[in-house]
């Protein structure tokens, strides 16, 4: 089965920029897109198609792909983006899906 | 405003039924898919199928298929997600999300949370 892998936790000081890695076979002809869950609420889109950011998401929060990772990075870290981060992407017919394990966004 | 409000949350005994629901708003219901997402206590997302309202097209991830079923009723705008007999290990917050073609998954449900104790 197809697998994203991303790493368990991140930690950066507020300010600073956070990069949140996903990891899979099929990125380079799939788009990823990326979400983020707050404790206890539903998860938000904040990325779609690799790069693209959906209106009313900060601008500190952007994506990038090279092969087969994708990159979220948090510019300007600010204390109300401690959350779990999420990469989704499908395989080549986008009929399955799958999520990465997710990342833990600590901000110190 | 494009919405999905999900039904409340559930108590069950294992080996009993139940079925929850995820109703659209603001949008042409038959016109999107329906995804469904499990997030088990603690844990990440994962993926557990897709439902076209407007045919009832469906497609499973292998690791859910014969263990839940998705269903609809158009003439309400309303998704389904069905047990018909739940173990301990449904225990779990069940999202359901629009899925926009080429731009994400977008709005999500506020999850249902369902709890099977004995």
């Known amino acids: 089965s197809y697998e994203l892998t991303q790493p368990p936790s991140v930690s950066v000081s507020p300010g600073q920029t956070a990069r949140i890695t996903c990891s899979g076979d099929?990125?380079?002809?799939?788009?990823a897109y990326w979400y983020q869950q707050k404790a206890g609420q539903a998860p938000v889109l904040i990325i779609y198609k690799d790069t693209e950011r959906p209106s009313g998401i900060p601008e500190r929060f952007s994506g990038s792909s090279s092969g087969t990772t994708v990159t979220l990075t948090i510019s300007g870290v600010q204390a109300e983006d401690e959350a779990d981060y999420y990469c989704?992407?499908?395989?080549?017919?986008?009929?399955?899906?799958?999520f990465g394990g997710g990342t833990k966004l600590s901000v110190l | 405003e494009v919405q999905l409000v999900q039904s409340g949350a559930e108590a069950k005994k294992p080996g009993e039924s139940l079925k929850i629901s995820c109703k659209g708003s603001?949008?042409?219901?038959?016109?999107?898919?329906i995804g469904w997402v499990r997030q088990m206590p603690g844990k990440g997302l994962e993926w557990m199928g897709i439902f076209f309202p407007g045919d009832s097209d469906t497609i499973y991830n292998p690791s859910f298929q014969g263990q839940v079923t998705m269903s609809g009723d158009k003439s309400i705008d309303t998704a389904y997600l069905h047990w018909t007999s739940l173990k301990a290990s449904d225990t779990a917050i069940y999202y359901c999300a629009r899925r926009n073609l080429g731009s994400g998954w977008e709005p999500w449900g506020q999850g249902t949370l369902v709890t099977v104790s004995s």
């Open positions: 099929a990125l380079p002809n799939q788009f």
């Open positions: 603001g949008y042409i219901f038959t016109d999107y898919w």
């Open positions: 989704q992407s499908a395989d080549i017919n986008v009929t399955y899906w799958v």
